[in-house]
């Protein structure tokens, strides 16, 4: 196993549960410090509201060895031979280097950070969270740092997550970003409705701004961040910008790769042309189930479920993985943003004429206390009536909801067969029509449907 987090180390545990320690050897190859930890509960770790870090942690490396895993920290692959069957593996620390072969190979090597090549980029007190080394020294800055202006560059899900996180700790937040509107993942008329959210907590949203340098000071720490029109002060700066995958040593052995970089598998997420070697989580694309094409999606929730796939198609069983549909959810502070499905250029992308529809309702029924707002966009196809995306923005109990719209997408729903779902109902839960049903009622009307 190249890799040990949640695909990798699922993998090895999955094929340890159908294969003995006589009739199998696992070797497991991570070059960081933890193993088997949630990056995407880092935010939240840097916040405080998960107040240690080894929550974070699902399995430890003990735990793993007791299952007789060999697992090697901070042991990093350089080379992968596939020819001969070996890859080269060196210790961080002591820089010794030495080779081992293997009979079936793992490549779970994640995802890297964006981290552009810019004045200051690596000056102290600017900071990635993609790893829980990452998390601890951000929160070293954190603890020794007088100032309290933080500047969170990119507004994706990392992004939103860290800003909130700055807030809760009681800095000045700014967050810059290079988009018209925060959350990319969402159309921009969505995205609007989270900036203006944002916006009301406090936080200084710059959009549309390309970061073109991190300024520092004469103690060498950054002071700012720059764009082409403005500098804004920063004690401490957090990076969000995304990630892309990891997969230079698969480009460097000759795998095959697709057009956002990731490895390419088939349904068993065996590496295409390549009967002994698997690759699953951030640095494979995957299979979108609504527009038929090759994405890269990276979430924790894929990675594992690729772990379970290769350990039993390792461990000399038979498993496959269909596909997704992109569902994600996030929140900051008390908004909830969630999407699954197609935005409106991912739809144009895959060729497919559709229409839009967007209704505002409540979490509740209305005369319940406490109901909150909510928004839903919903896409379907022209002439099938094919549900092709959602997108929610609201307070408490809105970002859940999209899992009405991830299983209907699954199924391949239309949105007037939407619209008899037999959904829970009782006021403090839901109005009576569900607003995820509202909005297919008016998309399957939309669209000449019964609804």
Not at 127 to 155: F, I, K, N, P, S
Not at 280 to 301: A, F, K, W
Not at 344 to 361: H, M, P, Q, W, Y
Request: contains cysteine; glycine residues 12%; hydrophobic residues 40%.
């Amino acid at each position: 196993m190249i890799g040990g987090d949640a695909a990798g180390m699922s993998a090895a545990s999955q094929a340890r549960r159908l294969r003995g320690p006589h009739e199998l050897e696992i070797v497991a190859f991570e070059r960081g410090s933890f193993t088997s930890f949630s990056a995407c509960g880092i935010p939240y770790w840097v916040s405080g509201d998960v107040p240690d870090r080894d929550r974070l942690i699902a399995r430890t490396a003990e735990e793993h060895r007791a299952r007789d895993i060999d697992l090697r920290l901070r042991t990093e692959v350089t080379e992968i031979d596939t020819d001969r069957r070996r890859v080269r593996a060196r210790d961080v620390e002591s820089g010794a280097e030495s080779w081992t072969s293997y009979d079936k190979l793992v490549i779970a090597t994640g995802a890297r950070p964006i981290r552009p090549e810019l004045p200051g980029m690596d000056a102290p007190g600017v900071h990635g969270v993609q790893t829980l080394d990452d998390g601890q020294a951000l929160l070293d800055t954190l603890r020794v740092t007088r100032g309290r202006r933080a500047v969170v560059v990119g507004a994706g899900y990392i992004g939103v997550e860290m800003a909130e996180a700055m807030i809760k700790r009681g800095y000045e937040v700014t967050v810059v970003n290079r988009g018209k509107e925060p959350m990319a993942t969402l159309d921009p008329d969505m995205g609007r409705l989270v900036r203006r959210a944002m916006e009301g907590m406090g936080i200084t949203m710059v959009n549309d701004a390309e970061v073109t340098g991190l300024p520092t000071g004469d103690d060498g720490r950054v002071r700012a961040v720059a764009t082409e029109s403005a500098e804004y002060p920063a004690d401490v700066v957090v990076l969000g910008i995304g990630v892309r995958p990891e997969t230079a040593l698969a480009r460097a052995a000759g795998l095959p790769l697709g057009d956002s970089g990731g490895l390419l598998t088939d349904r068993s997420m065996r590496v295409r042309g390549h009967e002994d070697i698997w690759a699953g989580g951030d640095c494979v694309e995957v299979l979108d189930l609504v527009s038929g094409q090759q994405r890269h999606i990276p979430l924790g929730t894929h990675a594992n479920k690729h772990g379970q796939i290769i350990g039993a198609n390792a461990g000399g069983g038979y498993a496959t993985f269909p596909g997704v549909v992109g569902t994600a959810v996030s929140k900051v502070c008390d908004l909830e943003i969630a999407r699954t499905g197609l935005r409106e250029k991912d739809a144009r992308r895959a060729g497919l004429r559709f229409e839009s529809v967007t209704i505002e309702s409540t979490s509740r029924a209305g005369y319940y206390p406490d109901a909150s707002p909510m928004t839903v966009k919903m896409l379907a196809e022209l002439r099938t009536g094919r549900l092709l995306g959602v997108q929610i923005v609201g307070r408490e109990g809105a970002g859940k909801r999209v899992d009405i719209a991830a299983v209907a997408l699954t199924a391949g729903m239309t949105v007037d067969g939407m619209t008899a779902l037999d959904l829970g109902y009782a006021p403090p839960f839901s109005p009576v029509w569900d607003p995820v049903l509202v909005a297919a009622r008016k998309a399957s009307a939309k669209i000449g449907g019964t609804g």
